[in-house]
C-alpha cells in the first residue's frame, strides 16, 4: 500500500484504552500490508501473480474478502475497476488497478475488461484463469482503513476518523460539539480554476461533516498515470474525482472507476446506488456532483 495511516479521536476519558486501540489499529494496517503488498515476495498478492494458468493459492481471510470485493467492483462499474489491469506489464511497478508510471502512458496494454480471477470460498482459495498481475492499490487502502475502523469499534471508541494517506477516508460518531469530522475537498495542483488563479474559493471544493461515513480520492496530481483498464488508454475525460459510500473499501474503488467513467455513466451508477455519490473535475476544470455527499 506504501502509505502513511492516521488515527484521529474524539477525546475521552480513558486516553489509556484509546492508545491501546490505536496500536492495535495500527498493528492490522501492518498485517495488511504484508498481505497486500506487490513489493514482499511472500505476500499474498505477490504469490497470486505468480500462478501460472489454471493454479491456486491459498491466501487468507482479509485478502480473500478484499480481493471478492474487488470482483464485486468489476462487476458493477463493467470493468472501470481491475485489480488485474496491469497484466502483460513487467514488474512490481506496473499498473495499480488502472494506474501506471507516467513514462508509460503512451504504451498500449492488453484489454483488461475480463474476469481473470476466481475464488473459492470454501478453501479461501484464489485460481486465475491465465497469469496475471495482481494489485490491490486501488482498492487495499480503503480496505485496510475500514478493518482499522473495527478494531477501534471493537475497543469501545466511540468516535474516530482514519484515513490511509489522506486519499481514503472514514470516520464513525462526531467530536463533542460536531456534527460530524471537518473534512476539505480541494483541486489539485496546476487543476485550472474558472475564477481567478489561486483564489481560496477556487482551491477549496467543499467543506463537510463526516459521519458513519467514508470517502476516497483519485487524480492526475502525480501526471497522467490512470489508464482506462478497458481500453488501455490514459484518463482524458477528468483530473480528479471524490467518491462516498458506506464504507471505505467501495469508496477506494469506485474513486478509481469514476476516474474512467464517462460523466453519464457516473450518474447513472449513483442513481442506481443511492448510497453512493461523487464530485469529479473535468478537465476543462469544472466540477460537477453526482447525488449528496
Not at 476539505?184 to 481560496?200: F, K
Request: with cysteine.
Amino acid at each position: 500500500m506504501h502509505t502513511a495511516f492516521e488515527v484521529i479521536l474524539a477525546p475521552g476519558p480513558d486516553s489509556a484504552k484509546a492508545e491501546q486501540a490505536a496500536h492495535e489499529a495500527f498493528r492490522t494496517a501492518e498485517n495488511l500490508e504484508s498481505e497486500f503488498s506487490s513489493f514482499l515476495p511472500n505476500s499474498d498478492v505477490s504469490r497470486v501473480s505468480r500462478l501460472g494458468s489454471g493454479q491456486s493459492v491459498r491466501v487468507s481471510l482479509d485478502t480473500f474478502e478484499c480481493l471478492r470485493r474487488g470482483l464485486e467492483l468489476q462487476r458493477m462499474t463493467g470493468g472501470a475497476f481491475d485489480m488485474t489491469a496491469g497484466t502483460g506489464r513487467e514488474g512490481p511497478e506496473s499498473t495499480r488497478s488502472g494506474k501506471r508510471r507516467n513514462g508509460e502512458t503512451g504504451k498500449r496494454r492488453a484489454r483488461a475488461h475480463r474476469t481473470r480471477i476466481v475464488l473459492d470460498t470454501e478453501n479461501l482459495e484464489v485460481r486465475v484463469t491465465e497469469s496475471v498481475t495482481l494489485d490491490l492499490g486501488g482498492i487495499g487502502k480503503g480496505y485496510a482503513v475500514d478493518r482499522m475502523i473495527d478494531v477501534l469499534k471493537e475497543w469501545d471508541i466511540d468516535a474516530a476518523l482514519v484515513h490511509g494517506g489522506q486519499s481514503a477516508v472514514a470516520a464513525f460518531g462526531r467530536p463533542e460539539g460536531l456534527s460530524g469530522w471537518p473534512v476539505t475537498l480541494r483541486r489539485p495542483a496546476g487543476c485550472p480554476v474558472s475564477g481567478i488563479p489561486g483564489a481560496e474559493s477556487e482551491i477549496r471544493i467543499r467543506r463537510m461533516k463526516l459521519s458513519d461515513r467514508a470517502m476516497a480520492a483519485s487524480g492526475l496530481e502525480k501526471g497522467p498515470h490512470i489508464i482506462d483498464p478497458r481500453i488501455g488508454y490514459p484518463v482524458t475525460v477528468r483530473i480528479a474525482a471524490w467518491a462516498f459510500a458506506d464504507d471505505a473499501a467501495t469508496a477506494d474503488g469506485l474513486s478509481t472507476a469514476f476516474m474512467v467513467m464517462e460523466p453519464e455513466a457516473v450518474r447513472s451508477f449513483c442513481e442506481r446506488h443511492p448510497s453512493v455519490s461523487a464530485i469529479t473535475i473535468g478537465k476543462d476544470g469544472a466540477v460537477r456532483e453526482y447525488g449528496e455527499p
